[in-house]
């Protein structure tokens, strides 16, 4: 993974943004019907795609224990729900997942980087994430230098990436952009194209912490960025839209996003993920429903 | 036989009924100097309250489509319709209207409506023009709203005259904080439950009875409101608010209409009253 | 890693299931009379007309056919109508009859959608969100003219017309009855409508509406049939005014007709619309763009931008992405919520079509086609483009009215100007490009009545819609559109 060689980042090269045309082609999409076994594998597959999520200065291990057991098994007496894909943390409970998660093929994703901010030395970014690694992390979500990238130096956002890259060793890494921060689609696009020729191994689109975050537009920017980079370069690389991902209904459209711009080959939790941390009740419930025709009730679905 | 419930009249201010903080109150007779309803004597707080409020909900008003507009206002004309019974009997009650005239200002309070709800995604293509400048450039002006409009509704008619003045100021965009008749003012509190019910968002027309002496001061000096539409038809009043206005060099547009029953007072001349006109150049050219 | 040219694969990976929009509350009667008098009454002519579902083939309903006799009187009772009851009914008044007829539909929303679709062919998500909207958005604006005409036409004594004949297309069967009602009688006229012969269904329904809406018995006739009845409404003597929308061909002859006896006329016909794609476009958008403007509606569609003139630098970079963009579209089933392409509105616009399409290949365009599965009944056509085209192929001149596409490349602005206005159509022109002034340069010398910048196929009832040269005159919708409907003396 980290052997994989950079590509140069040219700006002037990205592709311009149309704010109208892309926003209806993204609207349009969600008016996608998904029914029935469409929808029940929908919600699995969705279901399998989770980075279960706890990002909060008051994150216990108690907390993220309980959170793991519901990341193994969301829907106990139901062993047709497969477990989802990740657990994401901060780095100082990443032993405590590692250990709850044990066997079950669950994998440890953790923050680094000065989460959320990222306005730290890149020392001390490069220190996070060699930690976080050590003590487990099978994946890092790291932030990237927004400042700098809004201010123009493409060079140190992209050397940043690199950096971190190298600190993740084994580990696979996921860039986050912050789009709610870089605000235009352009910006997006941009962005995106940086992180892939810097050697990211997914893009991302929030820290959850700025809204908007992951909207039906941003994601298609990002992903037609991915398409575009796979075509040129043959490299495949992966998505997770985070933020604000509360129903079933959004999560489908990002699916929905997702199989008709990049194809069979993303649907997959190796190329797709969804950062969330409600969502997996109103999977549950909706995939009740749709099981036995009855409306469900939040009372009847485990809050971890 | 059962005791009817009586109303209490309250203001309308950012999409809910509240009474006035002062407390305070005026009595409403009708006509036989029978006592009808006590309504709230709204206080400058009340005012700056619904100033606030209004301005909160401007932008997003007036960022809807001309469509959406323009069917809220006719859902307005539905509300009315739908209650024609109850309005006719508050203004035989207060200012103590006969059954048909009651009736005919219902009547033309739903009809102004419609040809205001009908005036929303048409107004810009007759005030909004191209430009023909003599350089390369693509030159257009739009109409905008101006942002929070005073209205100070006249006396009688109560419900007319509240409908004739609110529905041009906010088909084009603006949030009003009006005024109601002082002597009369149950029909147009009444008529905030049309408001409520039409889908219009909250803080876009606020209303507040009270003394006018008390209150049009206070609006008329406010910083945040951009235009006074003054149809209170009282000279010196009309001399105060012209001067006061001037603080934030405020548009005042004055109106002394002899019948709200006539085709002229309603029109696109009511609605230009309350825009800006933004002139925009482009060049043309590869 | 990968050893071959990187591909994307768009194969059943998470397939989605059939999503059938329900038809069980759509009202189909087995028989249909004509519309006159406020009545739906048996035909003179004692002829009736099959009309069918052209994704199925099966037979919706029978529907009378309108003869000479009953065009008569429908005309006369349009006249008495006009003369009795709408020429003296206040404007405001006139207003709110059709405000009336715009709410209805928006509550009878689906039923209508759905019938437009099981008549005509098109995608219920098509007929859902953009045909039924649009046409009550229509009679929704038009209502608020009525009170209002002395500022459309300043200093002149407006009146109305009096019977107008109004002959519309299959195309957008209930969007142009709108098209054509709303202003007429917003401006105070009365009509006699004859909806194209396959697409006669949502016509009536809106009879139904009107009826319940209790509009003024005679204000609106409707009397389906096919070119025969088309031609009694041109040629009868007290039509005041013809309104028609369909081809050039047909327009050339009524516009025979007419001429010389007094009657007003405004053709909306065919068009050739060239999508221009500049190197500095936002690509992707810019393909969106060329997809709905030739696919939407299957590309039966008059404004279709049915030309890409692509600039040779990014030509290879959109004809692949337009490559991987039509395997994505969904072709079938019109009241499945999830197709993009539905069937062609009849056998006969089916022949026409892979007519030109096997005189495209002759020619020695190079076609390409989504390898999508056809159903096996129903008249379908796969999403189609033809690159390697040279001005002078039929394909490049000649209207299709099908989802078929001819590329051409371009090498700078000047020739694409050139090229897009090389024909005897003019109804309308897409340009893509992020450079303002040059979209400002481009769309002022385009010959086309609507020009679209970034953008394709968009229509508002505020928004002036009609040709240059061969592809008719007059426009509907906006102030312009009302100059039809009205007697001007200053």
Not at chain 1, 122 to 130: A, S
Not at chain 1, 147 to 157: H, M
Not at chain 2, 280 to 285: A, K, M, Q
Not at chain 3, 17 to 31: L, M, Q, Y
Request: aromatic letters at 8%; proline letters at 6%; glycine letters at 8%.
């Amino acid at each position: 993974m980290s052997t994989v060689p950079t590509l140069p980042f040219d700006p002037a090269a990205v592709p311009h943004v149309d704010q109208v045309g892309v926003e209806e082609r993204a609207a349009g999409l969600g008016k996608r019907s998904i029914k029935k076994d469409a929808k029940k594998a929908g919600i699995r597959l969705a279901i399998s795609m989770i980075d279960l999520t706890t990002l909060e200065g008051k994150d216990s291990e108690g907390k993220v224990r309980q959170m793991c057991r519901k990341a193994i098994q969301p829907m106990p007496g139901d062993p047709t729900v497969p477990h989802v894909a990740a657990v994401c943390v901060y780095p100082n409970l990443v032993p405590v997942a590692k250990e709850a998660l044990e066997g079950s093929g669950v994998k440890v994703a953790s923050v680094s980087t000065g989460f959320p901010a990222g306005l730290v030395p890149l020392p001390v970014k490069i220190e996070d994430t060699r930690r976080a690694v050590a003590m487990g992390a099978d994946e890092i979500d790291m932030v990237i230098d927004r400042g700098a990238f809004l201010a123009g130096d493409y060079g140190k956002v992209s050397s940043e990436i690199l950096a971190v890259k190298d600190a993740c060793g084994e580990a696979h890494q996921k860039v986050i952009l912050e789009t709610g921060e870089l605000e235009t689609y352009d910006n997006v696009r941009k962005a995106s194209h940086l992180a892939m020729a810097a050697g990211a191994d997914f893009i991302k689109t929030s820290t959850g912490k700025v809204a908007p975050a992951a909207t039906p537009a941003v994601v298609l920017v990002m992903l037609e960025a991915i398409r575009d980079f796979y075509l040129d370069t043959g490299r495949r690389i992966g998505m997770k839209p985070a933020g604000g991902i509360k129903t079933t209904k959004q999560a489908l459209h990002l699916l929905v996003l997702v199989k008709e711009t990049l194809g069979d080959a993303w649907l997959t939790p190796d190329l797709f993920r969804l950062g969330a941390s409600t969502l997996t009740n109103d999977l549950l419930m909706q995939l009740t429903k749709e099981m036995t025709g009855r409306y469900q009730n939040e009372d009847y679905f485990t809050k971890d | 036989m059962s005791l009817d419930v009586r109303k209490t009249y309250k203001l309308y201010v950012g999409g809910e009924f509240v009474r006035t903080e002062s407390g305070r109150y005026d009595a409403v007779e009708s006509a036989k100097k029978k006592f009808l309803a006590n309504v709230s004597r709204g206080s400058r707080k009340d005012l700056r309250e619904a100033v606030r409020k209004a301005r909160e909900a401007q932008p997003g008003w007036a960022a809807k489509t001309a469509y959406l507009k323009g069917q809220i206002l006719y859902r307005m004309a539905e509300m009315l319709e739908g209650r024609a019974e109850s309005f006719e009997k508050v203004l035989r009650d207060s200012p103590g209207l006969s059954p048909a005239a009651a009736k005919k200002e219902v009547r033309a309070s739903i009809d102004r409506l419609v040809h205001y709800a009908g005036w929303s995604d048409k107004y810009t293509a007759i005030l909004g023009t191209v430009n023909p400048v003599a350089s390369s450039y693509f030159d257009f002006s739009v109409p905008e709203p101006m942002g929070v409009v005073g209205i100070v509704a006249p006396d009688a008619p109560d419900l007319l005259g509240l409908v004739s003045h609110l529905a041009p100021v906010i088909v084009c965009g603006n949030a009003a904080v009006v005024l109601v008749s002082e002597t009369s003012p149950l029909a147009s509190l009444e008529f905030a439950e049309v408001l409520a019910t039409s889908d219009l968002p909250s803080g876009v027309a606020n209303l507040i009875s009270g003394r006018r002496e008390e209150l049009v001061p206070h609006l008329a000096r406010h910083m945040d409101v951009l235009a006074i539409s003054d149809a209170a038809g009282d000279a010196a009043l009309s001399k105060q608010i012209g001067q006061d206005a001037a603080v934030n060099v405020k548009r005042v547009r004055r109106y002394a209409l002899p019948d709200y029953f006539s085709g002229k007072a309603q029109g696109l001349d009511y609605i230009e009253a309350f825009t800006e006109t933004k002139t925009t150049w482009h060049p043309i050219g590869v | 890693m990968e050893a071959e040219r990187p591909r994307l694969e768009f194969g059943s990976a998470w397939e989605y299931s059939p999503a059938p929009e329900s038809k069980d509350h759509v009202k189909i009667e087995k028989r249909y009379g004509l519309f006159i008098g406020g009545q739906f009454v048996p035909p003179k002519s004692k002829k009736y007309f099959q009309t069918i579902n052209p994704a199925t083939e099966e037979v919706l309903a029978e529907v009378a056919e309108a003869g000479a006799e009953d065009v008569d009187a429908a005309v006369r009772a349009a006249e008495e109508a006009h003369r009795k009851r709408w020429s003296k009914l206040a404007p405001a008044e006139r207003g709110k009859y059709v405000y009336r007829i715009a709410r209805m539909i928006q509550e009878k929303s689906r039923e209508l959608a759905v019938l437009e679709s099981m008549n005509g062919g098109k995608p219920i998500k098509e007929s859902r969100d953009v045909d039924v909207p649009l046409a009550l958005a229509h009679f929704f604006y038009h209502a608020g003219w009525a009170d209002k005409l002395e500022y459309a036409f300043p200093r002149h004594t407006v009146s109305s017309i009096g019977v107008c004949g109004q002959i519309i297309p299959w195309n957008f069967p209930l969007l142009m009855a709108a098209w054509k009602l709303a202003p007429a009688l917003a401006c105070g006229n009365t009509v006699v409508l004859k909806p194209a012969e396959t697409t006669p269904l949502t016509s009536l329904a809106l009879a139904r509406i009107i009826q319940e809406a209790d509009l003024p018995p005679g204000v609106v006739n409707i009397v389906p049939g096919a070119g025969e009845t088309g031609a009694h409404v041109v040629n009868h003597p007290r039509v005041r005014k013809v309104a028609f929308t369909g081809s050039t061909e047909v327009g050339k002859i009524i516009q025979r007709a007419v001429a010389g006896t007094g009657k007003r006329l405004t053709l909306e016909l065919g068009g050739k619309a060239a999508n221009i794609v500049f190197e500095d476009a936002p690509l992707d958008q810019a393909v969106e763009g060329i997809i709905n403007g030739i696919y939407f509606n299957q590309g039966h569609v008059c404004c279709a931008g049915s030309r890409l003139l692509v600039q040779e630098s990014v030509a290879d970079a959109v004809l692949g992405k337009l490559e991987r963009r039509i395997a994505t579209l969904r072709l079938g089933d019109p009241l499945d919520k999830n197709t993009d392409v539905g069937a062609i509105n009849s056998k006969m616009q089916l022949e026409k079509i892979r007519e030109l399409v096997a005189c495209g290949v002759e020619e020695g365009a190079e076609i390409h086609q989504s390898s999508c599965a056809i159903p096996a009944k129903g008249f379908f056509f796969p999403p189609t483009f033809f690159t390697g085209v040279a001005q002078s192929h039929r394909i490049a001149r000649e209207e299709i009215f099908g989802p078929v596409l001819a590329v051409m490349t371009f090498r700078t602005p000047e020739e694409a100007v050139e090229k897009a206005n090389n024909i005897p159509y003019g109804l309308s022109a897409g340009i893509w490009t992020d450079k303002g002034s040059k979209i400002f340069k481009i769309t002022s010398k385009m010959k086309a009545g609507v020009v679209w910048a970034n953008t394709f196929n968009k229509f508002d009832p505020s928004s002036p819609f009609g040709g240059y040269k061969e592809s008719g005159f007059g426009r509907e919708g906006g102030v312009q559109g009302l100059r039809a409907y009205v007697e001007l003396t200053s």
